[in-house]
Structure formats: structure tokens, C-alpha cells
């Protein structure tokens, strides 16, 4: 069992700059999650796939935000343009469908800073 | 909507202590409820969930919890802590037959002293 799964896990940028983060979810798992954290504050939900379909995305997920999850597996989340206040903990989750209220099971985050 | 107020921002206490922390949720639809636990610098693993059934819910590492629907609570317990139970503890809940996404509260952090 290998878990969740992120890279890179730090990732500093300058204002403006484009940054990717990548995921690769528990490989049997259907469902990823991306998740925001800022210092002080529970993770905040930001979007979700079934399979490789992106099913709802958070309003706090701005038009610099695109996340993709090609063919079911791994997904990217691609932040455009940042801006200082992007900078945050991204926690992607997976789970499995099975009906009821799956346990999600987080990876260790990819921590962004914006300078 | 749902939300979660964790009532507690940090709590103190000394190894060997019983503590409690306090989770509090306010949603219109029925609810599945859950608490996480954070490690610096590292992802949430889950210590317990409720989903129906018995309102006394055990978890790992000795922790439990107990849902109480009248007064929209689901606190959290471990009679006895360990040095190494300090971390950041987040309530969570996720509404029923939706896609499963989780409200966090702002979490707690204990910090257990020797």
C-alpha cells in the first residue's frame, strides 16, 4: 500500500508564475479530491473527480485554477499567474466508491509559498 | 450548507490526562461525521467516523467519540494521552448521499506536556 501520493511536496514560486502539483491517488481508488489549507484553517474543498470526470468545483476555485485528472489516475491541479494569497498547503484525497461515506485518505500535501 | 465549530483552538494538557475536544456542526440535511488528525508537516489521517448505528464511536489510538444529534455535537475523548498524541485534530462532516466532499472545522491543537 503506497498511499496517496504528491509532488513536489514544497514548491516556491514568484507572484505571476505558473506552478503545476500532481497527485497519484490510491491505485484502486475512483474518486480524488482536492482540498486548500492556509495556516490556521481546516482544509477547505476545492474540487472532485470520478474517474476522470470532474464532478464540482468550489467557488473558492478561481478561473487561474484548472485541475485534470486524464484517464482516471493521477491528477494535476495548475494554479496560473499566482498571486500571494495562493500560497497554501495543497492536500489531494482519494476514496473508493462503495456506497456509503468512503474514508478519504489524504496525501502529504504540496506546500506552496508565493513570494 | 454545512459547517463545523470546533470550539477550542488549543488545548493544554499534562500526559496521562483525560481531554476532550469539542466539535459542533450545524446542517439542514443528515450528516456523516468524522475526526482527523495532522502530524506536522505531514497529510489527515482519520481516527474515527460516524455513520449510523451506535452513537458511541471507537477509533485508533485509543481515541472515541460520541454523536449527540439533539445538541449537533460530536466530541471527541481519549482518557489518557500520550506525549505523542500532540497534533492538530479536525472535526469533519460530509453530507449523506452527496459526493462525499468534507467541511472542516478550523481544527484544535493539542499539546500534551510531560
Known amino acids: 500500500d503506497t498511499g496517496v501520493s504528491q509532488d513536489p511536496r514544497h514548491k516556491i514560486t514568484k507572484r505571476g508564475q505558473n506552478v503545476t502539483f500532481r497527485c497519484d491517488p490510491i491505485?484502486?481508488?475512483?474518486?480524488l479530491y482536492w482540498y486548500r489549507q492556509t495556516l490556521g484553517q481546516g482544509p477547505e474543498f476545492l474540487t472532485y473527480?470520478?474517474?476522470?470526470?470532474?464532478?464540482?468545483k468550489s467557488r473558492l476555485l478561481s478561473d487561474r485554477f484548472s485541475a485534470e485528472r486524464p484517464k482516471g489516475s493521477f491528477s494535476t491541479l495548475e494554479i496560473q499567474r499566482t498571486e500571494q494569497g495562493d500560497s497554501a498547503m495543497y492536500l489531494c484525497?482519494?476514496?473508493?466508491?462503495?456506497?456509503?461515506?468512503?474514508?478519504?485518505?489524504f496525501g502529504p500535501g504540496t506546500r506552496l509559498t508565493v513570494l | 450548507a454545512q459547517s463545523v465549530t470546533q470550539l477550542d483552538s488549543q488545548v493544554p494538557v499534562f500526559e496521562e490526562a483525560p481531554v476532550e475536544l469539542r466539535c459542533n456542526y450545524s446542517?439542514?440535511?443528515?450528516?456523516?461525521l468524522f475526526w482527523y488528525v495532522q502530524y506536522p508537516n505531514q497529510g489527515l489521517q482519520l481516527l474515527l467516523k460516524?455513520?449510523?448505528?451506535?452513537?458511541l464511536v471507537k477509533g485508533i489510538n485509543g481515541f472515541e467519540a460520541e454523536f449527540n444529534k439533539s445538541q449537533t455535537s460530536f466530541h471527541l475523548r481519549k482518557p489518557s494521552v500520550h506525549i505523542s498524541d500532540t497534533a492538530e485534530y479536525f472535526c469533519?462532516?460530509?453530507?449523506?448521499?452527496?459526493?462525499?466532499?468534507?467541511?472542516f472545522g478550523k481544527g484544535t491543537l493539542l499539546t500534551v506536556n510531560p
Open positions: 484525497a482519494s476514496s473508493l466508491d462503495g456506497g456509503g461515506a468512503n474514508e478519504q485518505f
Open positions: 491505485s484502486e481508488h475512483n474518486r
Open positions: 473527480f470520478q474517474n476522470e470526470a470532474q464532478l464540482e
Open positions: 446542517s439542514s440535511v443528515s450528516v456523516y
Open positions: 460516524y455513520l449510523s448505528g451506535s452513537t
Open positions: 469533519a462532516v460530509s453530507r449523506r448521499g452527496s459526493n462525499y466532499k468534507l467541511t
